[in-house]
């Protein structure tokens, strides 16, 4: 068994660190509040703030991880464009952080990064293509990745727009929102012309912890086999549920809180086919695993969402808080 510290606690540090409880592996997470979702709470959790070297130390000292995994945020790429500086003091300078606690202990890490590094020009890019970050949260990002890359036994892997059932999320997905609405017959309103590549959670958590187990440095990228567009998607959705895809309307980007997005926010990998590890690891396709995750809504009750967390820093506020009336006016992956 390792120990494994995770910093974050929220969708994805949540499924990645079930998953290495699951494999045998000793868990911590590490955020600034309480974990929150059905994913995380039950797992051994330690308060940290990235941003505060002080606190990082404490916590890789108290853990003494032989395997780290960063996940954490801000992953609100709104709130990053309106605050870049914040944005570089949690993504880059907190790497900068990990990486100088963890020095002299022989720790691997694992940096969740993503698509924004990219302009977002081409259809879609792999590891070799050259970076040109899309907005302040991708140059952060980039800056993080370059801060842990130096620090030595890395691997970043890009992650494409995560998707599942994600009821209880701290931003629930593009997914799970455009279920919500449409399972009801509600309509949504999407941004036009944004391209994805969409990830299952759980290729997600399994890429992250075979490439974790394994001695593999550099970068990785992680996207879905399909390339498309979010009206495509969530009408697609729409016909899942066997209601009128005209509910799924399409909007200009540019008036959505998805404006500072890359046109094509989409990856794919060079590398991946050529690592053992990831052998049987193919992610599944959007349309398949629509239909599943349909199939099976019951995979988490629907909790009411609450307006307010009590212990929300004033800051990040606004993401906590999601108003499903305002659907796509908001930030979320
Ligand atoms: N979801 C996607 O589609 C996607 C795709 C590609 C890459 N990623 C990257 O993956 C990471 C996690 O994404 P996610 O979707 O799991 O986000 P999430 O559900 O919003 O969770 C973010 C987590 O980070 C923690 N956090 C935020 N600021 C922190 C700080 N200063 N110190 C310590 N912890 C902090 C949050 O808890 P507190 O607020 O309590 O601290 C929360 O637990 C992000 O870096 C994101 O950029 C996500």
Request: hydrophobic share 45%.
């Amino acid at each position: 068994m390792t120990r494994v510290l995770v910093f974050g606690s929220g969708y994805i540090a949540g499924h990645v660190g079930t998953r290495l409880t699951r494999l045998g592996h000793g868990v911590v997470l590490g955020s600034r509040r309480r974990p929150r979702t059905p994913e995380s709470r039950g797992l051994r959790w330690l308060p940290v703030d990235v941003a505060d070297p002080r606190q990082v130390r404490t916590v890789v000292d108290a853990v003494r991880p032989d395997a780290v995994v960063a996940a954490h945020g801000p992953s609100d790429i709104t709130w990053c464009e309106a605050d870049p500086a914040g944005a570089a003091a949690v993504h880059a300078a907190g790497a900068r952080h990990v990486v100088s606690a963890l020095a002299g202990r022989p720790a691997r890490t694992v940096l969740i990064s993503t698509d924004n590094v990219f302009a977002g020009h081409a259809d879609s890019c792999t590891e070799s293509d050259p970076t040109e970050p899309a907005n302040a949260y991708g140059r952060a990002k980039l800056a993080a990745e370059a801060a842990y890359l130096a620090g030595g036994d890395t691997l970043v892997l890009r992650v494409s727009l995560v998707y599942g059932w994600d009821r209880a999320g701290l931003r629930p997905n593009f997914f799970t929102t455009c279920a919500e609405r449409l399972a009801v017959g509600a309509p949504v309103a999407v941004p036009d012309e944004h391209w994805n590549t969409p990830v299952l959670i759980d290729d997600v958590a399994a890429w992250t912890t075979a490439l974790l187990d394994s001695a593999h440095t550099g970068v990785v990228h992680l996207g879905g086999p399909r390339r498309l567009s979010r009206v495509r998607w969530a009408r697609h959705i729409a016909t899942t549920y066997g209601v009128d895809p005209a509910l799924v309307t399409a909007v200009p980007q540019g008036d959505t809180a998805y404006a500072c997005r890359p046109r094509n926010a989409c990856l794919h990998s060079e590398r991946a086919a050529h690592l053992p590890e990831l052998r049987g690891l193919a992610p599944v396709d959007v349309f398949a695993a629509d239909a599943a995750l349909i199939a099976a809504p019951a995979g988490l009750p629907a909790p009411p969402r609450t307006p307010t967390v009590p212990d929300a820093p004033a800051a990040l506020d606004a993401s906590a808080a999601f108003d499903a009336s305002a659907v796509f006016g908001r930030d979320q992956p």
